[in-house]
């Protein structure tokens, strides 16, 4: 995992923590950021699927492989503990299953990350200001048409 690069995680002063004694696929990292009411900050743990043994419990976002469909999206294992899933999907873009059961799906055109969606997440902010588009939240999410854009 490299540092998160996308123009929204400029604004949260997102840092990835040098690995000092972390397992392969496990990261740490670093945000601050000031809302309309209030400065807020924190570090959070990433892990790349499949999540070590030691770290399950510890892991507030795991970034899944691609996968095929959605309904595969939403089957990926939430340990305890975990903030929200980042799972890529063919022709659709990154499916977001946040712990609250709530599902985000995140068209690749917008250039975000679970990493970097998840401090906004934390502060409560509206997404659709965060990224300049309209994302939904719902709790199911439809399998895209074979052959339309993702919008």
Do not use: K, N
């Amino acid at each position: 995992m490299s540092d998160c690069t996308h123009a929204i995680a400029r604004s949260l002063s997102l840092v990835r923590v040098p690995s000092a004694g972390q397992a392969a696929g496990v990261s740490a990292w670093t945000w601050a950021a000031r809302t309309a009411h209030e400065q807020a900050g924190d570090r959070f743990v990433v892990a790349t699927e499949p999540v070590p043994e030691t770290w399950r419990g510890c892991v507030d976002v795991v970034l899944a492989t691609a996968r095929a469909s959605v309904d595969d999206a939403l089957a990926v294992p939430f340990d305890s503990g975990c903030a929200l899933t980042a799972t890529p999907v063919s022709g659709l873009g990154t499916v977001l299953c946040l712990q609250g059961g709530e599902v985000i799906v995140v068209p690749d055109r917008l250039g975000v990350c679970g990493i970097c969606l998840y401090p906004w997440l934390v502060v409560g902010a509206d997404l659709t200001e965060v990224t300049g588009h309209r994302l939904e939240i719902s709790t199911s999410v439809p399998s895209p048409r074979r052959g339309s854009a993702a919008r």
